[in-house]
């Protein structure tokens, strides 16, 4: 288990908060006044990058430089898993499989299907690292029930065992280029059809079912797993409240009864799925109340100017200073472990490392 910190390497400017749950967007492809004000404020603790913030590896490197000088601590993040969800495709990053094709890998030669995963995960942490990236939110642990078409070749297999394998490989790749993991969507996302940034999906199995299939990985690797991401799923027969927002399936059953103790993120609050909650805020405090350690709030800096950031940024204020949240120094920490550890290999020198060379041939 990664760990570093101490709570008071927080926020270079001083404040009584000691918690920075928010990740937020930025609009372009460089900072602005507003995006620096966003940045600078206490109760932010990370930036997720997009494609529209992505122009060249110079342009990228320029603009998490930026991100640093504002505030060193801040956690750098972007959706890059490979196949069709990666957001930096061009000048010189590798096209990275989907992990589906690792899967059908594992069918033809086990083995080399887990030395594949790792040489992977090593291509994804170390290009982005190059570039200033901090955290990418990988592995994908739903299965591949055949039904849900926002995860689909996403997922590794339908087997649990599988996944579970293919992803530890992964995550041991993304651990020798010094970057820190991401298990979602927990407890699963695979078995439903409908795509939770368009609707609320509602998954009818039982408890047992659930912990005995889709919840399985995160059972595996809870000794591996620095971060899980829950789904915007409602899973009835265990809770009236998606998983996200879910005392129960947080601390109750991911911490309590599984074990795991890394940071826990919410989905993109901006998310359908996630409008059950109500308001932005109302979802934020939820989320936190339920044992998120950090809220995502995503492509709302396109919007009015970024208005649902400022407001959700000052309805945090508020909320603090009302005692309808608590500030969490447990969960600062766990944002601060996120952070690498080692210094990035610049790109140049990573182009010649021979680790890296062996990683792309075994790649499928």
């Known amino acids: 288990m990664r760990m570093r910190t101490d709570p008071s390497q927080g926020p270079s400017s001083g ?28 109760l932010t603790g990370g930036l997720i990058l997009f494609s529209r913030n992505w122009v060249d590896r110079a342009q990228l490197t320029a603009l998490t430089t930026e991100v640093k ?48 995963a790792t040489a992977a995960g ?38 649990p065992r599988v996944a579970s394998l293919l992803a530890k490989s992964l995550m041991h790749g993304l651990l020798q280029a010094g970057m820190a993991n991401c298990g979602k969507h927990f407890p699963g996302h695979g078995h439903v059809a409908a795509d939770s940034h368009l609707a609320l999906p509602v998954d009818k199995r039982s408890l047992k079912a659930i912990l005995a299939d889709d919840a399985k990985p995160y059972e595996w ?4 797993l620095d971060s899980v991401m829950p789904a915007h799923v409602v899973y009835p027969k265990v809770d009236a409240a998606p998983a ?38 109302d979802g934020a405090l939820a989320a936190l109340g339920a044992g998120c350690d ?34 969490d120094g447990d969960s600062e920490a766990r944002r601060l472990d996120l952070l690498p550890l080692t210094p990035p290999l610049p790109w140049d020198e990573l182009m010649h490392e021979p680790a890296y060379q062996h990683a792309l041939e075994l790649l499928p």
């Open 221 to 224: 690797l809870s000794t591996s």
């Open 69 to 116: 000088a504002i505030r060193p601590d801040l956690l750098v993040c972007v959706d890059h898993e490979g196949g069709r969800v990666q957001r930096f495709r061009s000048d010189g990053f590798t096209h990275l499989p989907a992990m589906a094709v690792l899967g059908e890998a594992w069918m033809r030669d086990a083995m080399a299907a887990t030395n594949a």
């Open 294 to 327: 950090l809220v995502l709030l995503c492509n709302q800096s396109l919007v009015d100017g970024g208005a649902a950031l400022d407001g959700l940024l000052a309805g945090l204020v508020a909320a603090g200073e009302a005692g309808r949240w608590m500030p």
């Open 122 to 159: 090593y291509v994804l942490g170390a290009e982005l690292r190059a570039c200033g990236v901090d955290l990418s939110f990988t592995p994908v642990l739903d299965l591949d029930h055949g039904r849900s078409s926002v995860i689909g070749d996403r997922a590794f297999h339908r087997d």
């Open 244 to 281: 996200g927002f879910s005392e129960r399936w947080l601390r109750h059953i991911l911490r309590g009864d599984l074990g795991f103790t890394g940071a826990i993120f919410s989905d993109d609050l901006s998310m359908a799925g996630a409008r059950v909650a109500g308001s932005t805020l």
């Open 15 to 42: 404040h009584s908060f000691g918690h920075s749950p928010l990740v937020l967007d930025i609009a372009g492809t460089r900072l602005d006044a507003a995006d620096r004000r966003r940045l600078e404020h206490p």
